[in-house]
C-alpha cells in the first residue's frame, strides 16, 4: 500500500507529490488443498469497489478473485470463485459505474465472467469469448449502462451490449499492423447528457487515437437504467 504526500523531504525537484510505501501484505490461498497448507499466489490485475474503497479485490493466477479490505473484520465473501476446475490468470477487473455491486473479470484463456459481490460463484461465464486469446483489459461505458469493452491481446476490440445479446459481442475490430497497449473510455459529463462516448486507443509505438463510438453505443436508451437493472435481478434470482 501507498500513501500520497505533497509536502515534505524527499520530493523530486518540482514535484508536488511523491509515494510512501505505508504497508504491505503477501497474498495467501483462502482455500488451501490441504489442511495446514498455505499456497502463494500470484496476482495479476486489482480494482477497487467504486463506492468504498476500503474493499479492493484481487485477479489471481487460480482463476478467482480475492476479497480484500483494508481495515475491519474479514470480508464475505473471501473468495470469487472460478467456474468448475479451469485455472488461468485474472488478467483483467472492471465494475460496472451503474451497478457498482457487479463486475467483469477477464481471463487469460478468453473467459468473462460477471459477478455480484454478494456472492461468490458468477452470475453468467463466457468461456473462450476471444476465441482463446488472453484478455487484456476491461472498460466498462460509462454512458450506456449495459455496454462494456474487452481488449485481447490480439488488438481485437468487442464490444458486449447485454441488453441487445448477453451471447456474444455486438461488434468486433481489430486493429491493423499496430499492437494496442491500452484503452480508455472518456467520463460522462453530467451538463451534457447528450455527450458521446469516445474511445481512447493507446498504441505500443507511442500513438494515440480517440474514435467516438456511434450513437447506438454511446446515448443510453429509454429507461435503459431501469432494465439493466431488472435483467440483473432477473439473473440473481436464476442463479
Not at 486489482?46 to 487460480?62: E, I, Q, V
Not at 441487445?164 to 473510455?185: C, G, W
Request: glycine share 6%; proline share 7%.
Amino acid at each position: 500500500m501507498f500513501s500520497f504526500h505533497s509536502t515534505g523531504p524527499g520530493l523530486a525537484p518540482s514535484a508536488k507529490v511523491k509515494l510512501i510505501k505505508s504497508s504491505t501484505f503477501q497474498v495467501m490461498d483462502p482455500s488451501p488443498t490441504s489442511v495446514g497448507m498455505v499456497t502463494t499466489m500470484t496476482v495479476h490485475s486489482l480494482a477497487f469497489h467504486p463506492r468504498d474503497l476500503n474493499h479492493f479485490y484481487l485477479g489471481t493466477d487460480t482463476g478467482g478473485v480475492l476479497h480484500c479490505q483494508r481495515y475491519g473484520n474479514r470480508p464475505v465473501p473471501r473468495e470469487y470463485k472460478r467456474p468448475q476446475e479451469q485455472i488461468a490468470n485474472v488478467t483483467s477487473l472492471a465494475f460496472s459505474p451503474w451497478q457498482p455491486d457487479h463486475f467483469v473479470v477477464g481471463r487469460s484463456d478468453g473467459t468473462l465472467l460477471l459477478y455480484n459481490t454478494k456472492y461468490e460463484r458468477p452470475l453468467l461465464s463466457w468461456n473462450r469469448s476471444t476465441r482463446g486469446k488472453p484478455i487484456h483489459q476491461l472498460m466498462w461505458s460509462h454512458h450506456r449502462p449495459s455496454v462494456f469493452i474487452v481488449l485481447d491481446d490480439s488488438s481485437t476490440i468487442h464490444l458486449w451490449d447485454l441488453l441487445q445479446s448477453d451471447s456474444a459481442p455486438v461488434l468486433k475490430a481489430e486493429a491493423q499492423n499496430m499492437k494496442i497497449a491500452s484503452i480508455a473510455l472518456n467520463q460522462r459529463v453530467a451538463l451534457s447528457p447528450g455527450s458521446q462516448s469516445q474511445l481512447v486507443l493507446s498504441f505500443e509505438d507511442g500513438t494515440v487515437e480517440v474514435h467516438q463510438l456511434v450513437e447506438q453505443y454511446s446515448v443510453p436508451k429509454d429507461k435503459e437504467e431501469e432494465c439493466f437493472n431488472d435483467y440483473l435481478q432477473t439473473l440473481l434470482f436464476q442463479r
